[in-house]
């Protein structure tokens, strides 16, 4: 089984990091994310630096200590976010040569993330896995832009880079004993000329691993050919970080294209709104057919009778889904946790069938 290496042990690939934005997985704590095969997560760091600050998170001992979390935890950069503010058109933000100029809302004093700022961020974290500063575009933004987005994410990464260099003593690449990780990010939006610069630019300046970078999904669903193709120009053995894919059968097809590390929001998003995975094919045909799933909705009524567990393949001890319907129903707390473990749970399982998939051969 392929691994990667990091200051606190190997983590097994493929992985998948459940979204951890503010040092916390949504109605789970540290012990309920190792029972559901958790061994890695992603935190933000422009979100931790807003509340309760990234110098906050240092004097606890650092986002391992601050959360209880024994695992890998790897950070985002919050460029996605800052972009995201930007292109609001609410007036949060704008990008500039510098770094993204950002609030979090209307009347908040404006912020300024530079590369060098979001490094140090990310250090006083302690995180083991760090990700450059990109800027992130939209697949239907104009030529221009896409040009633009690519030479900033160029220039921030080379920052990002020497920035890390100063700070952590030694080169990405180097034996990573002691240090944390420093991933890169490719830009270029739908254009493949782009993408082939980007990539061949920042794996000539040398990094640890590299994520796809920009806005993965469009109208017909997973830009599979532009997610496949980045893939392919980046090298061979590095490793590579599906950033934001997380639905399943688009991890799959990341995955066959050379992805092994996944990190999104999607499935504790669902389990809080009531949306569970269940399997349908409790083979690993799942593997080949991107659709062995189905998804219960739990607030319909029909299920205030069922007798069955959530997915009698995966618990089948667990709580039936007349309980979870009820729970609720009534606005229990524990509805969103047992939900948030079972869709946590169903996705380890995939990563563990991918894994068995690599194993085999």
């Given amino acids: 089984m392929k691994v990667l ?36 997560l992603m935190v933000n760091s422009l979100h931790l630096a807003t509340r309760p600050g990234a110098s906050t998170v240092k004097a606890v001992g650092g986002v391992h200590r601050f959360m209880g979390w024994n695992g890998i935890a790897a950070s985002d950069s919050g460029g996605f976010q800052a972009w995201s503010m930007a292109a609001s058109g609410a007036g949060l933000g704008s990008v500039t040569d510098r770094g993204f100029v950002y609030r979090h809302e209307k009347g908040a004093r404006k912020r300024l993330l530079t590369p060098e700022k979001c490094i140090r961020r990310q250090l006083d974290l302690d995180a083991d896995i760090l990700f450059c500063l990109d800027q992130c575009t939209h697949p239907n933004d104009p030529a221009e832009a896409q040009r633009a987005g690519i ?48 990539a061949g630019e920042l794996a000539g300046m040398g990094f640890d691993g590299f994520g796809f970078g920009g806005w993965p999904i469009g109208d017909d669903g997973l830009l599979t050919d532009m997610v496949a193709m980045t893939a392919d120009l980046l090298p061979a053995d590095a490793p590579k970080h599906a950033l934001g894919i997380g639905k399943p059968e688009n991890m799959l097809a990341a995955w066959r294209a050379g992805y092994r590390l996944f990190d999104c929001a999607l499935p504790t998003r669902n389990a809080r709104r009531k949306r569970l995975y269940i399997t349908l094919d409790n083979s690993d045909n799942i593997l080949k057919n991107n659709k062995s799933y189905d998804v219960l909705y739990m607030e319909h009524e029909r299920h205030s009778r069922d007798r069955s567990a959530l997915d009698p393949s995966l618990d089948p ?12 129903k009534i606005g229990d707390a524990a509805a ?17 069938r991918m894994r068995r998939s690599e194993a085999d051969g």
């Fill in 317 to 328: 001890e667990g709580p039936s889904r007349a309980y979870l319907h009820h729970l609720f």
């Fill in 151 to 198: 030479e900033r994410t160029l220039d921030w990464a080379r920052r990002c880079r020497d920035e890390f260099v100063a700070r952590a003593g030694c080169e990405p690449g180097a034996a990573a004993a002691g240090r944390p990780l420093l991933f890169a990010v490719v830009q270029g939006g739908a254009d493949p000329d782009l993408r082939r610069r980007c």
């Fill in 5 to 40: 290496g990091t200051r606190r042990g190997p983590l097994r690939l493929p992985a998948f990091l459940p979204d951890g934005t503010r040092a916390v997985v949504k109605g789970l704590d540290s012990r309920d994310l190792a029972e559901c095969g958790v061994e890695a």
């Fill in 336 to 352: 969103e946790r047992l939900a948030t473990r079972h869709n946590l749970g169903f996705y380890a399982r995939l990563i563990d």
